[in-house]
């Protein structure tokens, strides 16, 4: 049998695609491994979000052609968004490459592995956006490492055109999946001891189809089993409904967290990136949050160093913070995008040091925040969801509480895709460290 390695880099959006490409390559014939020196076909699903991201890819390939020279008739394939940004370029860059595909043409991938195998062609390009794909009679090959919590992308594509992102580029078009399509895709995840789910998409709350929204779509997920956990991933400021909130607060098995990228916290800022809302909708969808699900934790991303942005501009984001206390933050400095909004129309003006100062700033801030979020649960009891044994020892266990947090604890292996009652006793800024409530 022929034998496929795989690696994958950004979202988990992406982790999720590349579980469709194994699946469709295992259906016609072919086998995964872990050692990329076995292999015949060498793939990488790659992320363009930031530069740095794509640079990582490109460190890959160099290996890749170590591999390459010493077996030529390896074939090499670029999947995701940076294959859909950079198209035929690729090719040119980086001779590595067999063929370059976008996420929304995995479907044609053995048509043209045979292509190529049967030197019809030399090198392939496939990287049409598809406005209704949603690979609907694809059941992914789920491989997490935990094998209790799974993926499922709910919407594809993005419509939002911040002026910063890349991503309505390189997924094109919003697009949902059929809810009794995500419903049996979850049964199926359930039936194979899967625990968790998580709801992916670039903005859930514009999930839309036919007569369901997002909210419906909760409760549906919801309903299908009170031990099965929910999760989703991720909302935008804009569109976050008081329904959903609701729904979360009607069902315990929808886990208390909300992921809801502020941005900035300046008004001025917002309106270059077109975020589409302000600091005071923020924080009414902050205050609504907490009084609808108070135990609700919330995260958020933040870009430092955007086009035109002023110290005072930054200092509102650190005062937003404050305000807010986000019990975690993803936080980058701004890399300039080629073809968005604000390649083509801002100046890319705030000078690197200064941005990475600002970064170093909040990322201090948040530090503070995330240790306080972390003090407040300590003497608390979780329910726990036992995931995995730690990194550290095989007798430590780690399990996430219905907040997200990971929390460590003794235990026996025979508890992983359980729920176990931890009560916490001490903490560190990126962890709680817990035992079993007797
Ligand atoms: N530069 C820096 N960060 C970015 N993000 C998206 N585009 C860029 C960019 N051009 C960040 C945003 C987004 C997260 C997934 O990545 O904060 O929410
Ligand atoms: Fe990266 Fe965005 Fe593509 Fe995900 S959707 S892989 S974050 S560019």
Not at 97 to 104: E, I, Q, R, W
Not at 193 to 216: P, S
Not at 283 to 301: F, M, Q, S, W
Not at 411 to 433: C, M, P, R
Request: with cysteine.
């Amino acid at each position: 049998m022929k034998k496929f390695y795989i690696e994958t880099y950004g979202c988990q959006m992406n982790v999720y695609d590349s579980q469709l490409v194994k699946k469709i390559l295992k259906d016609n014939g072919w086998q995964e491994t872990q050692d990329f020196r076995q292999a015949d076909l060498l793939l990488v699903n790659t992320c363009a979000v930031r530069e740095h991201a794509e640079e990582r890819v490109r460190g890959r390939l160099g290996l890749f052609k170590t591999v390459k020279r010493e077996r030529p008739t390896v074939k090499v394939g670029l999947l995701g968004c940076m294959g859909q940004r950079l198209k035929d370029q690729l090719l040119e860059q980086e001779p590595v490459l067999d063929f370059v595909m976008g996420p929304d043409t995995y479907r044609r991938l053995p048509a043209v592995l045979d292509e190529l195998e049967h030197g019809i062609k030399n090198k392939v390009v496939d990287v049409k956006l598809d406005k209704t794909e949603m690979y609907d009679d694809i059941l992914p090959d789920r491989d997490e490492e935990s094998k209790v919590t799974t993926f499922v992308t709910i919407t594809r594509g993005c419509d939002n055109m911040c002026a910063f992102c890349i991503v309505p580029f390189t997924r094109g078009r919003e697009r949902s999946k059929d809810p009794r399509l995500i419903i049996q895709e979850i049964e199926d995840a359930l039936s194979n001891g899967y625990k968790e789910v998580m709801l992916l998409g670039q903005n859930v709350d514009k999930y839309h189809y036919q007569d369901v929204d997002f909210a419906r779509l909760l409760d549906m997920v919801a309903s299908i089993d009170p031990t099965l956990r929910v999760r989703f991933l991720t909302s935008y400021p804009q569109d976050l409904k008081n329904e959903v909130l609701e729904t979360m607060a009607r069902h315990e098995n929808i886990a208390r967290n909300i992921h809801l990228p502020v941005q900035s916290g300046s008004n001025h800022i917002l309106e270059v990136m077109r975020r589409g809302y302000t600091r005071e909708w923020y924080l009414d969808r902050i205050k609504a949050i907490r009084e609808i699900v108070p135990d609700c934790a919330i995260g958020t991303d933040i870009i430092t160093g955007f086009c035109t942005e002023t110290e005072e501009d930054h200092h509102q984001t650190l005062e937003l913070m404050e305000q807010v206390q986000f019990d975690y933050a993803f936080m980058f400095k701004y890399s300039q995008r080629p073809n968005t909004y604000a390649a083509r129309n801002l100046p890319d003006d705030v000078p690197e040091d200064v941005k990475l100062r600002r970064l170093n700033e909040i990322i201090e801030l948040q530090n503070k925040h995330s240790y306080q979020s972390n003090k407040r649960d300590k003497g608390k009891t979780f329910k726990v969801l036992a995931e995995k044994t730690s990194r550290r020892s095989e007798k430590q266990i780690l399990g996430r509480n219905s907040q997200g947090k990971v929390i460590i604890f003794e235990g026996d292996k025979n508890l992983i895709g359980k729920y176990v009652d931890i009560e916490v006793y001490d903490f560190t800024q990126a962890t709680l460290l817990g035992r079993l409530k007797k």
